[in-house]
């Protein structure tokens, strides 16, 4: 009880040491965070360059400023690879990556790895808390095992809880405080500790009643978006048959002002959350005989999308009398969604990659990445073209893949031989752009 107290004492007094592990786009947003309201922060990384960019007051974000860096260090912020540093914090809370591995079953080895790193260094009176999205049953099953396996004891010795991270990068309507958290313990002291590390740094925090319910929370909302964006593709291609336009519905039918929520298509689904966690709720149901049918469903008509494009991309070409061998293509837009410069599973690089094995000569204009950047399993040799008119003209087609806000539509519009657009851009139709 003692060990209690202290905890949540040193949590409100905002005298606790917080620990971030994993510096990415969940784990650096709500570092600032707690720098900003005045705790003493560590940052844990395997990656070293990160480490040092972060130490020289660098952020590698683009819509995080280095400026916020340097003010979060000059508050004494520190990031290391030094996970023996473990120790030192109070609370520890994990934003690693959670991806599909090549059979598209959950790979949660960057979450056991990082388990695996903090637990040698692990003592009484933490509080460990996992951000990471994943199936119901991972904090259970896989956290609690290896935070116990030295002695400690969760909900006595130690406490445990999962609160899944809401962010939309790119998003200026919404900051880390003013999206509301979930949050779930494994008991209710790891609750109580939980409510206390976030109700400091978040305007609302929502309590559940086990890290389970918490963890599906963050599932429902993915595969709600998933479901309904996999809705609109499919409606997207009935509206296209019936010669009309899927984004002006979409627009009329966001008028009604309740029961209505507005999803829109596109090439196809993107980022590191929408197109992977899914599929770990699919996994999991499994293991009790149950199938997600709409889950795999979406899955099917989202992933067709690219291929859906690609043939719009050759019967508008067809009506100019060209094929996709050998013509100039313009990929518009690589990132995964407008105005950010995050390429995880782009839909625009798997159709410029279609495009290319189909014989076309492919470019990209992205404002956001001025340099096609080093991907696992991906490879162009391009920078980005900048939209000039006598650039746009050279193409035989421009594919609006992404619609960053910082493109000039105008500007393609009046120049570009052919357009094909994928996001609705362009309502009003011209002879020249094919809606896709
Ligand atoms: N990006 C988003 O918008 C978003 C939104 C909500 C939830 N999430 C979830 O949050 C989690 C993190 O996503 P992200 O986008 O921040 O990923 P990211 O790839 O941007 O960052 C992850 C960081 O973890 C580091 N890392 C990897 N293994 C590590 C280890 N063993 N120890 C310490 N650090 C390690 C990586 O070097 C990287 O810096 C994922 O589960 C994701 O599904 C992401």
């Known amino acids: 009880m003692m060990r209690l107290n202290n905890l949540i004492i040193k949590l409100k007094e905002k005298k606790a040491i917080v620990g971030i592990v994993g510096l990415g786009y969940v784990g650096l947003p709500l570092m600032l965070r707690y720098c900003e309201v005045g705790y003493k922060v560590i940052g844990f990384d395997i990656d070293q360059s990160k480490v040092d960019s972060l130490q ?3 952020s590698y974000i683009e819509h995080i400023p280095s400026q916020a860096i340097e003010s979060a260090v000059a508050k004494g912020f520190e990031s290391t690879t030094d996970f023996s540093r473990v120790s030192e914090a109070d609370a520890l809370i994990l934003c690693v990556p959670t991806p599909l591995n090549k059979y598209r079953e959950p790979d949660l080895s960057f979450v056991l790895d990082t388990t695996d790193s903090l637990v040698p260094y692990l003592r009484p009176g933490q509080v460990v808390s996992l951000e990471s999205t994943t199936y119901p049953g991972t904090t259970d099953e896989e956290l609690l095992p290896r935070i116990e396996s030295l002695g400690l004891k969760a909900g006595k010795d130690i406490y445990l809880v999962y609160s899944p991270e809401r962010e939309d990068p790119g998003n200026p309507n919404f900051s880390t405080r003013t999206i509301p958290k979930v949050c779930g313990g ?5 609750l109580e500790v939980g409510l206390s590390l976030y109700g400091q740094v978040i305007d609302k925090v929502v309590p559940v009643s086990s890290t389970r319910a918490a963890e599906l929370t963050k599932l429902l909302e993915n595969i709600h978006r998933a479901v309904n964006i996999g809705l ?17 519905v979409i627009r009329a039918a966001a008028t009604k002002p309740f029961g209505f929520v507005p999803y829109y298509p596109g090439p196809g689904l993107g980022g ?5 966690d899914p599929f770990y709720l699919t996994w999991k149901a499994r293991e009790y005989g ?3 049918r709409f889950i795999e469903l979406a899955g099917e008509v989202n992933s067709s999308m690219p291929d859906y494009v690609i043939a719009k991309v050759a019967s508008a070409l067809n009506l100019v009398k060209k094929a996709i061998n050998g013509s100039r293509i313009l990929v518009l837009g690589i990132a ?3 105005n950010v410069d995050d390429m995880r599973e782009s839909p625009s690089v798997m159709l410029m990659e279609k495009l ?3 014989g076309a000569d492919i470019s990209y204009s992205d404002p956001h990445l001025p340099a096609f950047p080093v991907m696992r399993e991906h490879h162009f040799e391009l920078s980005s073209v900048p939209l000039t008119p006598e650039n746009l003209s050279a193409y035989d087609c421009v594919l609006l893949a992404t619609d960053h ?9 009046a120049n570009a031989k052919l357009i094909v657009d994928s996001r609705g851009r362009y309502l009003a139709s011209a002879d020249h752009i094919v809606k896709a």
């Open 56 to 58: 020289n007051g660098k």
């Open 186 to 190: 494994h008991t209710p002291a790891c």
């Open 232 to 248: 609109v593709n499919e409606m997207k291609i009935v509206a296209d048959k019936m010669d009309i336009d899927i984004h002006e």
């Open 272 to 276: 590191h959350c929408i197109p992977i």
């Open 290 to 292: 149950v199938h997600t």
């Open 336 to 338: 995964y969604k407008k």
């Open 356 to 358: 290319r094995d189909l």
């Open 405 to 413: 806000d910082k493109f000039n539509y105008e500007l393609i519009k």
